[in-house]
């Protein structure tokens, strides 16, 4: 087999075989919602919606080593009146900012900050990710998760530049607000992902660093309200009840 590859063929003559040539159907592809789900969530009208309604449950991914122009993956959300999501939707400590900094252009040295303005328009003010609309308009890490890294690395410590994230958190797991929309300080996030190590981190942190950040590398979030956010600033999940998912 080919790495890569859906399906393998093998043209040939197969004495006595019983094999034909047969069309493959084509695969249509249906979301469902309970009624409970849509009335958390809402309706959808248009993809924009749609994708929306499932914060980032419906994901387009780019192909690799195929003919095709993308992969789409689909999973259910959960019933809301269900028991493992009233777990997972379940009261999340309330955190604090401990660092803030910026990357201002690819590769650039970040600069730490003490207070930083994010617009929902045009993103976290001199980042580099800066955009309208992005999935990555803001990383964040625990400072837990540092120091778990640099134990893994054999080393006393990470500094929050070194792993590239624009906002670094403690006493909160940021896990627990998967699919949620938080609020620091004034402004209004909502998390769109996990933030996965690149392989900047094996050039950031020495041998062994990519897979050293690996599970500890924080989430992703996009801008909902703007604002500013300071050092200090409290973290903390907003309610599901006014909008918190």
């Given at each position: 087999?080919?790495?890569?590859?859906?399906?393998?063929?093998?043209?040939?003559?197969?004495?006595?075989?019983?094999?034909?040539?047969?069309?493959?159907?084509?695969?249509?592809r249906v979301?469902?919602?309970t009624p409970a789900n849509l009335a958390l969530r809402g309706t959808p009208r248009s993809p924009t919606d749609l994708?929306?309604?499932?914060?980032?449950?419906?994901?387009?991914?780019?192909?690799?080593?195929?003919?095709?122009?993308?992969?789409v993956r689909y999973e259910m959300p959960l019933n809301p009146s269900s028991m493992l999501s009233k777990l997972l939707y379940a009261p999340?400590?309330?955190?604090?900012?401990?660092?803030?900094g910026v990357r201002p252009q690819r590769r650039a040295t970040m600069h730490a900050l003490q207070t930083i303005c994010l617009n929902a328009d045009h993103?976290?003010?001199?980042?580099?990710?800066?955009?309208?609309?992005?999935?990555?308009q803001v990383t964040l890490i625990e400072a837990e998760h540092l120091a778990s890294i640099a134990s893994h690395l054999g080393v006393s410590e990470i500094r929050p530049q070194d792993v590239r994230?624009?906002?670094?958190?403690?006493?909160?797991?940021?896990?627990?607000?998967?699919?949620r929309k938080f609020k620091i300080g004034s402004v209004v996030l909502e998390t769109t992902g996990e933030c996965h190590p690149c392989s900047r981190m094996e050039e950031n942190l020495?041998?062994?660093?990519?897979?050293?950040?690996?599970?500890?590398?924080?989430?992703?979030?996009?801008?909902i309200s703007g604002?500013?956010?300071?050092?200090?600033?409290?973290?903390?999940?907003?309610?599901?009840?006014?909008?918190?998912?």
């Open positions: 087999m080919v790495d890569g590859a859906d399906v393998a063929f093998r043209l040939g003559r197969l004495s006595g075989s019983s094999f034909g040539a047969r069309k493959l159907p084509s695969l249509d979301i469902v919602a994708e929306n309604a499932l914060s980032g449950i419906l994901r387009s991914e780019a192909a690799v080593n195929t003919s095709w122009a993308s992969q999340v400590r309330p955190g604090a900012v401990i660092w803030l993103g976290l003010n001199g980042d580099r990710y800066s955009k309208a609309g992005g999935a990555r994230r624009n906002i670094v958190t403690r006493g909160i797991n940021l896990l627990g607000l998967k699919e020495g041998i062994g660093g990519y897979n050293a950040v690996r599970g500890l590398g924080g989430i992703t979030a996009r801008i604002g500013s956010i300071s050092v200090g600033d409290a973290i903390e999940p907003l309610p599901l009840a006014l909008g918190g998912t």
